[in-house]
């Protein structure tokens, strides 16, 4: 099973955990779907697009979990992301670890290999 990552604030999460489901951030619903990312590209995508932010998690799911909902899109760089069509069911996240501002104020989201 291959794992991915979505990084958001502890608020969003609680607020998902409360309705059993998370259907995305203000920048998710612009897009149209729930943006996460590879253990390899998670750091990069806290540090392009949550630089500052303090009050973050990282949520741990298992991608083989989320059936063709989730799909597979060039992004930066030509890279595949894991975009997800529909709302997360919260039984379906695996871990959540909290996500702390570094020195440079990049958020560290940890050892995700």
């Given at each position: 099973m291959s794992?991915?990552?979505?990084?958001?604030?502890?608020?969003e999460?609680?607020?998902?955990r409360a309705?059993?489901?998370?259907?995305?951030?203000?920048?998710?619903?612009?897009?149209?779907?729930?943006?996460?990312?590879?253990a390899?590209?998670a750091?990069?995508t806290?540090r392009?697009?949550?630089?500052?932010?303090?009050?973050?998690?990282?949520?741990?799911?298992?991608?083989d979990?989320?059936?063709?909902?989730?799909?597979?899109e060039?992004?930066?760089?030509?890279?595949?992301?894991?975009h997800?069509?529909?709302?997360?069911?919260?039984?379906?996240?695996?871990?959540?670890t909290?996500a702390?501002?570094?020195?440079?104020?990049?958020?560290?989201?940890?050892d995700?290999?």
């Open positions: 794992r991915i990552y979505k990084i958001l604030a502890r608020a999460w609680e607020q998902a309705l059993g489901r998370f259907e995305g951030s203000a920048v998710d619903a612009r897009d149209g779907y729930i943006h996460f990312s590879t390899a590209q750091q990069e806290a392009r697009h949550f630089h500052g932010q303090d009050g973050l998690v990282v949520l741990e799911v298992e991608a979990r989320l059936g063709e909902d989730l799909r597979w060039p992004s930066r760089g030509g890279d595949l992301f894991p997800l069509y529909g709302a997360l069911d919260v039984a379906k996240v695996s871990a959540v909290d702390p501002l570094g020195p440079d104020g990049v958020p560290l989201v940890g995700l290999a």
